[in-house]
């Protein structure tokens, strides 16, 4: 699984920066811009145009290969700090990297890395540590920055190669949390959440144009249809499961039996799991239960004279499949996109995004309860 607190602990070097007013806490700074899914890499360029950019390169903007065409897992926007104004525009951002070695006595970047950090805990990454320090809400509100040093460049790619993983998970984290909060403050369909929680004890965040297209006693299909694209959530669940048959073999069988059943196209055929392309599978914490977590591409497909063959759409798909111990149930949530044209990574981060929201009666009842206290 990933682990998201390796990271060196340089508390305390870096200032809180709030504005507190009265006896709350009330952040008053405007809010961290910029795009989602991009990452503003502070570095100078003899860095970026050698191994430690492309060790960033492979490690924080390495393609994903789930998508059908070449996608980043994040856009990274190199900008070395010639002026205060190019910093006053890095630390607007929402996602930040500093990246700087601290023999490096002539660039700004060193520089301000050096003035963060203590002369104790210089020497120590002089004496051959590393430090990746993850802050948030530094300059602004809803904001992730990262610090990266090591005494040589040298040490730099090490450090960016071995935690370069926590770093992508946690910038996946706060984006899935920044992005609930944009989909789901306007437009938010409590109806849909109400109907699931009623009928079937659980319930996932409705936005604001999804509609249940088809509800069976444990599965329901929630789609987003657009002019030239859909997006599609669907929620299976199993009672009184068996959690030892929780696998991907079995992520991979059920899903594509839920699709030939229930997921069909206009002009005939089927959803299937495209096995021609890589899939990747993944042991994961959901929400506090062991899981597994499945990407790869979809296809329609259709049969003639017995035999399968594969046309028409596709699209990328991630599934999340977990036993839920308090009631038994064995949960699949999978996402689907069909967005010829369009570039699919923040379509399916959307979907991901619904994912997270789920939560069931029992731990709705547990959290009223524990509020009432």
Not at 122 to 135: L, S
Request: net charge negative.
């Amino acid at each position: 699984m990933h682990d998201a607190t390796r990271f060196w602990p340089l508390f305390g070097l870096i200032p809180a920066l709030l504005i507190l007013f009265g006896c709350g806490d009330i952040d008053l700074r405007p809010e961290a811009v910029g795009e989602e899914g991009q990452i503003t890499v502070v570095i100078d360029s003899t860095l970026w145009d050698g191994a430690v950019g492309e060790a960033l390169r492979d490690q924080l903007g390495a393609p994903i290969f789930t998508l059908p065409t070449r996608e980043p897992a994040f856009s990274l926007q190199p900008l070395s700090l010639i002026s205060q104004q190019v910093l006053d525009m890095a630390q607007s951002r929402k996602n930040i990297v500093f990246v700087a070695s601290l023999d490096d006595t002539t660039t700004n970047e060193a520089r301000f890395i050096r003035s963060i950090l203590s002369e104790d805990a210089q020497q120590a990454i002089f004496d051959g540590g590393t430090a990746v320090v993850p802050r948030d809400n530094v300059w602004r509100q809803r904001q992730q920055v990262f610090y990266v040093t090591a005494a040589t460049p040298e040490g730099l790619v090490s450090a960016i190669e071995e935690d370069g993983p926590g770093i992508v998970y946690k910038f996946n984290e706060v984006t899935r949390t920044r992005l609930q909060r944009e989909m789901f403050d306007i437009g938010r369909q409590p109806e849909i959440e109400e109907y699931l929680m009623n009928h079937h004890g659980f319930a996932v965040h409705g936005q604001h144009d999804y509609i249940v297209a088809m509800d069976t006693s444990n599965f329901i299909w929630l789609r987003r249809n657009l002019s030239d694209t859909w997006r599609s959530f669907f929620i299976y669940y199993e009672e009184d499961a068996d959690p030892s048959k929780l696998s991907p073999e079995w992520i991979y069988q059920a899903r594509d039996a839920l699709t030939k059943r229930y997921v069909q196209g206009t002009l005939g055929g089927w959803v299937e799991i495209d096995q021609r392309r890589p899939l990747e599978a993944e042991e994961i914490n959901f929400k506090d239960r062991y899981a597994y977590e499945v990407r790869g591409l979809w296809h329609m497909v259709g049969e003639e004279n017995g035999e399968k063959f594969p046309f028409g759409a596709g699209g990328p798909f991630l599934t999340y499949a977990f036993y839920d111990e308090p009631t038994g149930r064995l949960y699949m949530l999978d996402g689907m996109v069909f967005a010829p044209n369009y570039p699919k990574r923040e379509f399916l981060r959307q979907l991901e995004v619904i994912a997270y929201t789920f939560r069931t009666q029992q731990e709705v009842v547990e959290a009223e309860q524990v509020a009432a206290r």
